[in-house]
């Protein structure tokens, strides 16, 4: 408890807030300590240099793997110079040799990763016009405090199919939470499916769908608020709409989000985007 208040102390001066968010997803049924292995830097019971490592399973390009998430990298401000940033992802990435071939972040900053053997892999998001009035059968938002749908939120995570071939999510459920814990989530009984978006006038950007099976695009936008002209996809629709069109955009998530890789990466040269769900 004492190392993680110092650590958290750390974080929260870089990033306000984080403590708080991680503290709301222990109510969610997921923890930061479980999700997270830490390298710290200490130094008279206080932490100074943190950078974390999240698994993440996905499927690229047809094959399960597990890619190493690197998260939460943070100096104190008057400490830094003294190469402890240095000091700690050194020892993250001797850690990872063995146990990741690839490794993934997001970041305003791309230079600080690049020494390191992080390079940008350009991302796109994918347009589709539709003709929407309404839905059909309307979707219902889930409320995390009540039980049931928590246990329904933790059931979708575990259980998804992958969205897409090329780059899909599976069985992740503690980024998704910190990520996605204070936004509305919409389900679907009728598809047994979770839906994340936000409406933009007469656009919709869909940022994720959760099912057990994916459902026809047809079914789906027929679930969907209207009217809409148009739908943009914030992952790879291969499975879901294929007929959507890439455009190469570089992703405003609270600023610009860089995603970085180290290592193979199927998908590299293709139109994909990591979905913002599974960001760190």
């Not at 992958?162 to 009728?190: K, T």
């Not at 026809?216 to 969907?224: D, E, R, S």
Request: net charge negative; proline share 9%; charged share 20%.
């Amino acid at each position: 408890p004492e190392r993680a208040v110092a650590l958290f102390s750390l974080l929260d001066t870089v990033f306000p807030g984080i403590a708080q968010a991680a503290e709301r997803i222990r109510g969610l049924g997921v923890s930061w300590e479980g999700a997270s292995t830490p390298f710290v830097f200490e130094e008279a019971g206080a932490a100074l240099a943190h950078v974390g490592l999240i698994e993440l399973p996905l499927v690229l390009e047809g094959r399960e793997t597990v890619v190493g998430s690197v998260h939460a990298v943070a100096t104190c401000a008057d400490q830094r110079g003294r190469g402890l940033y240095r000091a700690v992802m050194t020892r993250l990435l001797a850690w990872c040799e063995s146990r990741f071939s690839t490794l993934v972040l997001t970041t305003e900053h791309p230079e600080y990763f690049t020494p390191f053997g992080f390079r940008h892999c350009p991302e796109a998001a994918f347009r589709l016009a539709v003709d929407h009035a309404g839905p059909r059968e309307p979707l219902r938002r889930l409320e995390l405090s009540q039980p049931q749908d928590l246990a329904l939120l933790h059931r979708l995570l575990s259980t998804r199919e992958p969205l897409s071939h090329r780059l899909g999510v599976v069985r992740e459920q503690a980024i998704f939470c910190f990520n996605m814990g204070r936004q509305d989530l919409w389900y679907s009984q009728a598809l047994d499916a979770l839906c994340c978006f936000e409406r933009q006038g007469t656009g919709l950007r869909l940022l994720d769908l959760v099912a057990p099976r994916l459902p026809a695009w047809p079914q789906l936008l027929a679930c969907l608020p209207g009217p809409l002209k148009e739908i943009i996809f914030e992952f790879s629709p291969d499975r879901l709409a294929p007929q959507a069109l890439p455009q190469p955009r570089l992703l405003d998530h609270d600023g610009p989000s860089w995603l970085m890789v180290r290592g193979p990466w199927l998908p590299e040269g293709t139109p994909f985007t990591l979905p913002i769900p599974a960001r760190t």
